[in-house]
C-alpha cells in the first residue's frame, strides 16, 4: 500500500473532519471512501460511454431499432405486472 499527500485549505480540511464525525469515520477513511466512489464512478462512466458507443455504431450499421412509444408501452405493462410482448427492432434508419 503506498501513502499520497495531499494539502487543503484549512477551511476544507475543517469541514472535512466535520463531515467525518458525522459520518462516525476518520478523516482519513472519509477521504479514502470519497476516492473510492469518485473512482468507482468515473470507471462506470466509462463503461457506459463503451457501450453507448458500440450501440450507437451498431445502430448506424443496421438502421434499426425499437421506437420509442413501443419501448414505454413495454415498460408500463411490465411494471404494471402484465405480461407484455417484448418489442422487437425494426429499420428506421437507412
Do not use: N
Not at 1 to 11: F, K, N, P, V, Y
Not at 15 to 20: D, F, H, P, V
Not at 48 to 57: I, L, N, P, T, Y
Amino acid at each position: 500500500m503506498s501513502t499520497t499527500t495531499i494539502r487543503l485549505e484549512d477551511e476544507l480540511k475543517e469541514r472535512l473532519s466535520a463531515a467525518a464525525e458525522r459520518a462516525g469515520k476518520t478523516a482519513h477513511a472519509f477521504i479514502r471512501d470519497a476516492i473510492t466512489e469518485s473512482v468507482e464512478q468515473a470507471e462506470f462512466d466509462a463503461e457506459m460511454d463503451r457501450v453507448c458507443e458500440e450501440r450507437w455504431a451498431d445502430f448506424l450499421k443496421t438502421g434499426e431499432a425499437i421506437p420509442w412509444e413501443e419501448v414505454r408501452t413495454y415498460m408500463k405493462e411490465t411494471a404494471a405486472g402484465k405480461k407484455a410482448k417484448r418489442p422487437l427492432p425494426k429499420k428506421i434508419f437507412g
